[in-house]
């Protein structure tokens, strides 16, 4: 492209052309998702599975294309183009000759003809009530007595919900005093609060054992192992799963306040956007109560159940009656651009946390969008206490519609009445794996992010470790499965969710079947992706931040350095697996292998609940 004779454009592969309707210079486009081949004499041949546009381009032109991959005016386009490709400064008309070229034959994705797509004209929409509502617990009666006095205050119980405390303690005594916190609720409140503890799941895993003996051992890995040294979530969460199953399910973690927090002022701006949530950082642990919404207090009304479930049409109405702006794409991925379609529909809905994210690690702060970078390097003094102290506000200030579920918040709506697959039962990372595997069912299915936050108050005192953000990233069993399931996501032409969730269990099987030597070859391969992947996004954000204090900077420098000496040390295990690689590789088979047949047998489990609730 630095040349204008070198352009060379073939659009006569496309027997059908349709013409294309421009939305002006204010459209926000972004270069499509082509599947690209190469030609001889520094041709590319490129296709669109979008549009099913044709066209080949040289090789200089793609190469600038590629620079389009993000949602900006045409104009926008040719000054990134210039101010990033230092041949191309000066070329404003050979540069807008190219971009119109492409957008006029269908290869610019629109952000004007998707928010026409998505547009659902004055509809009445038929309004749903009632849902499952399931406070998930573990040896902490404190905190969910806390919890239910702010549900007392800010909650309006109906006849439609039902509600439940499932419990995973593994203390009696804490047992006993849940299940009395339940009963002494029930009886103020007049509302019935199900105490779901051990004794009333062992009943019901038998029940469910005696209706599916061929698939016993698989149930009862969902389902029944407590195990003593490792945390259990993502088996309290499979019971929620169950109880809430054929509706909708609201899941609340014991250790949060049921209070709506709002740290902006509320508006009615919705996004598409592929973008982490952004963040602020608060000086004393109880700021956030200056921003306690006075108007609604209950963090589950409205989109929150409202949206579950709907197409996004449905819910985008529910939340404007207008088409969305062009701004509204300003954060979108290309590639995930093909996944908001009319029948797309709303399985998760999230707010924010305020006090502590809930994250073990800290790295991601370095990973911020602009203003939230600000104002975590304000002041160094700040700064410093940032990194370690979880006290800070993680959220959305629209309301964001996303095609990933890789942030499960501490209050979850899920719509438990389409076939979902279960959580693993043991180990950290329970929700990323979720996540993936609900993308890998439901590929076009979204999340809401809501703008409003819960707080997130842990009972015990939680910092990052100093220099943990240095640390260069390292497997899990359960994020090494999530990314194992990522990479497959779109190589299965299975249609319906349900085949799609059989073929996850021959997946997990296929696991559990690897030879040691591809075991570690995936497991080395998966780092460095993910190593590798975090070094372009910080070396991209550190470029970006020439005025940013030199503290920061020297941090973010550092990391990088670290991330960099990492790449030549590659990984001798997973690092939540006890004993060396030999023994960690074994007991990876192992949960995979009972995993696989929990996931043959999900399914009929939660029709199972349907029928005989």
């Not at 991959?69 to 210039?82: A, G, P, S, V």
């Not at 026409?116 to 009632?130: C, I, N, V």
């Not at 093909?338 to 800290?362: F, K, M, W």
Request: hydrophobic fraction near 35%; charge should be negative; glycine fraction near 4%.
């Amino acid at each position: 492209m630095s040349d204008s004779t070198s352009y060379s454009f073939s659009f006569s592969y496309d027997l059908t052309p349709q013409s294309r309707t421009d939305a002006g210079d204010e459209d926000l486009v972004a270069f499509d998702v082509c599947l690209e081949y190469l030609l001889p004499d520094q041709q590319v041949f490129l296709h669109s599975p979008n549009s099913g546009r044709q066209a080949m381009v040289t090789h200089d032109v793609l190469i600038s294309l590629h620079q389009c991959n993000r949602f900006r005016t045409l104009k926008e386009h040719n000054q990134q183009l210039q101010k990033t490709i230092p041949d191309l400064a000066g070329q404003t008309e050979d540069i807008n000759q190219v971009l119109n070229s492409v957008n006029q034959m269908g290869l610019m994705l629109s952000a004007t003809q998707k928010a026409q797509k998505l547009y659902l004209a004055d509809t009445p929409l038929p309004t749903e009530t009632g849902f499952c509502c399931c406070i998930l617990s573990c040896d902490r009666p404190q905190a969910v007595s806390r919890l239910l006095q702010s549900m007392a205050e800010n909650h309006q119980f109906h006849d439609d919900n039902r509600y439940f405390l499932v419990d995973d303690s593994r203390q009696t005594k804490h047992q006993q005093q849940n299940r009395q916190l339940c009963e002494s609720f029930s009886r103020k409140q007049q509302v019935r609060l199900e105490y779901f503890g051990p004794e009333e799941q062992t009943r019901l895993l038998h029940q469910l054992e005696q209706a599916f003996p061929d698939h016993k051992e698989g149930v009862k890995h969902l389902l029944g192992e407590q195990h003593k040294d490792k945390p259990t979530y993502g088996r309290t969460r499979n019971w929620a799963l169950l109880l809430g199953s054929g509706g909708k399910l609201v899941v609340i973690d014991d250790d949060v306040l049921f209070q709506r927090v709002a740290i902006a002022k509320e508006t009615r701006s919705v996004a598409l956007t592929s973008a982490i949530r952004s963040a602020d950082f608060f000086s004393s642990p109880e700021e956030w109560q200056e921003h306690i919404d006075r108007e609604i207090f209950d963090p589950t009304a409205e989109a929150f159940t409202e949206a579950l479930g709907r197409t996004l049409p449905e819910a985008l109405t529910l939340l404007t009656r207008k088409k969305l702006p062009p701004n509204a794409f300003r954060q979108l991925n290309p590639v995930d651009y093909a996944n908001y379609q009319p029948e797309s529909r709303v399985l998760i809905t999230s707010c924010g946390s305020v006090g502590d994210p809930g994250t073990s690690a800290n790295s991601w702060l370095y990973l911020l969008d602009e203003d939230s970078r600000q104002n975590l390097y304000a002041s160094e003094n700040r700064y410093r206490q940032h990194i370690q102290n979880r006290n800070m506000w993680s959220g959305r200030k629209e309301y964001a519609f996303l095609n990933s579920f890789v942030l499960i918040s501490q209050i979850t709506g899920i719509d438990a009445s389409r076939c979902l697959p279960p959580y693993f039962p043991l180990l950290r990372n329970e929700d990323l794996l979720f996540g993936e595997m609900l993308r890998y069912m439901h590929p076009s299915a979204l999340q809401l992010d809501l703008p409003w936050a819960a707080p997130h108050l842990p009972l015990e005192e939680r910092r990052w470790k100093k220099h943990l953000a240095m640390t260069p990233p390292q497997h899990g069993l359960l994020s090494f499965s999530a990314d194992m399931v990522s990479r497959q996501r779109h190589q299965n032409p299975a249609a319906t969710p349900e085949a799609r969730l059989q073929s996850l269990a021959e997946q997990f099987h296929s696991l559990a079947d690897m030879a040691d030597e591809e075991f570690r070859k995936r497991l080395i391969e998966a780092t460095l992706q993910h190593t590798t992947s975090q070094l372009h996004q910080m070396h991209d954000i550190l470029a970006q931040s020439p005025k940013a204090p030199d503290y920061w900077k020297t941090d973010m420098q550092a990391i990088l350095q670290s991330l960099q000496n990492s790449l030549t040390s590659p990984p001798n295990g997973l690092v939540d697996l006890d004993g060396d690689a030999q023994m960690q590789r074994n007991t990876a088979r192992y949960l995979w292998r009972a995993y696989a047949k929990g996931l043959q047998a999900w399914s009929l489990c939660t029709e199972w609940m349907q029928n005989n609730r």
